[in-house]
C-alpha cells in the first residue's frame, strides 16, 4: 500500500498570477501573510536583437484583444525563457534608458505566449523565492484570472512538473480564491486591474459557465480622469507650478498624474453613492492643554482671581477665533477641501477628487469615453451594467444549478484590486446597483404554496469583503484577496492526502493526461 502523501507546510509555494502582477510566497502559516514577492508580470527583449522581420509566436492562444487598451507586439519565433529579460533586469534596462519591446503575456488574462510565462515564472521560482530545483520538495498551488482550456492545463502541468520540478501542482480560477477570502462560496466578484475589470460569477466554489464579463474600463482611466479634472483646474495648478518657478507643460503634467495617485493612494478619493452622498470620517477633537493646571496650588498661593481674569480673557478671544474658526470650516466642508502635504508643497484640493471613479460608474462618463477615446462600445460598460450582464447570462442549465439561485448571487458582490484602496468604492457599487433591485414582491407572482415562483430578479445586494480577522490584510486586503484565499485553499489542499492537486508520482505514470482528473 502506498502511503499518503503528506507535505511540510513550510515547502507550499502560492503563485497569485494576474493581468499585471505576480504575487508569489513560500510556506503556510497561522497568521496568513502578505506575499513576499511581487512581480510585475512583463518580460523584455532589447530592439537591438529583435529581427528585422517579424513573426507570430507558435505559442500564441486565443487573446481577447478587447480586455486590454494597449496593443501588444508580436514576439519573435524560436527564443528561450533565458532570452527575456525579467525582473530587476528588466527594471534596470528600462532605468538606464535601453530600446526595450515590453510584453505582457497576461494582460488579457489569459497565456498569451507560453515562452514568456515560463520565463516569468522560473525568475520567480528560482530568484525571487530562491527555491533549488534538483530537491523536488516544494507543492505549488496557483491561480490564474481566467478558466483556460483543459489542453492549456495540461500544458502547465507539463510545464512545472518536467522544467520546474515541483512535488506537486495544483491551479484554481482567480475569482474563486478572492471570494472564498471574504468567507463567502458564491457571489459576484469584481476586479479591476489598470485596463480592465474582471466580472466573476462563482457558485459554490466554482466559476459558472458564461457568467464573466471583462469591461475595457480600469484603474488607468480613473487615473487618467481625474488627471484631466486636476489640468482644469487653475488654483491647483497656480500651487504645483508657482509663477516664481513655473514647471514646463510636460512636467507639470507629470506631476499633477503623480498627484492624482497620492490622493487615492492615501485615501483621499470617496466616490460617492448614486445620490451623490459623501460618507465622511469623523474626527475627534482636542483636549484643552491647560486642562490638567494643578489648581491646589494657584489657589494656596493666592492667585485665584488673577487666574480667572485670565480665563476670562483666554474664552472671550477663543470665543472669537472659534467663530471665525467654525466659518471657515462650513466653507470647506461646503467645498470638501482637505489640505495635503505633497513633495514639499501644501496642496487644497475639493471634492472633485472625489469624481476619480466615475469611468467605472457613471454611464455618461462611459459614453464620453467612447466618443472621444475610441472605446470599445461592445466592451465598455460601467460596472453595475457589466455585472447585470454577466448574471443575466449565466448557463444555469449547464452548470447544474437551478434558476432559482440567480438571485442568490447578487447576495455577495466583492470589489477586488488595487484600486479598493479607494475604501468606498465597494458600498458606492451597491448603491449604483439598486435599480436592478426588485422592491416589489408582487412581481414575482405566488405558487400555491405561497412562495415566490421566480427569483430571476435579485431581492438584495451585499458588499463583501475580507474580514477584520485576518490581522495581516486589515489596511490592504481585498488588494491581495486571490492571494489570501489562495493560502487557506493551499492549507486544505495540500495537507488531504485526496485534495485536489496533482502528484509528481500521479504525473509520471499517466502524464499531463491526469489533470483532467483534478479538473
Known sequence: MVPPIQFKENTIVVIDTGRRNIYAGRGLH??????????QARVGLRKSELPKSRVGSEAMEDVETAASSQVQPAPPKGLRPSGYLVGRQLDQAL???EAIEVYWPFADGKIADWVQAEALWKYLLFQSIQLRRTLNEFPVLLSFPKALSVDSYQRLAQLFFERFNVAAFSVFDRPVMQIFAANASYGVVVDIDEYAADISCVWDGALLNGGSITTSIGLADCEKHLT???MSN????ATLSPKDNPLAPEDLLATVQRFTTFLWTEGHVKPPSSTGVIVADLGRGDEDPDSGANLAAIIVQGKEKALIEANSKKKGAAAARDAAEREREKERAALDLIEVEFEGKKVTVGKDRHRMCEPLLDAGCVKKLIAEEGKDELTAMTIQE????ATSRLEWSASGIEPIRRSA???AVQVTGKMTRVRTLGPALISYLQPYITRDPAEYGVGANGQPVSTDQPLTSKYVR???YFANYRERGDEFAAYLGANIVAKLTFNDPTGRFLSKTDYSNKGPAAMSEIL
Open 228 to 230: 484631466n479634472l486636476f
Open 30 to 39: 497561522d497568521f496568513i501573510q502578505l506575499p513576499s514577492v511581487t512581480l
Open 95 to 97: 532605468a538606464d534608458g
Open 409 to 411: 448571487i447578487w447576495e
Open 234 to 237: 487653475p488654483t491647483l495648478l
Open 466 to 468: 475580507v474580514p477584520e
Open 386 to 389: 457589466g455585472l447585470h450582464l
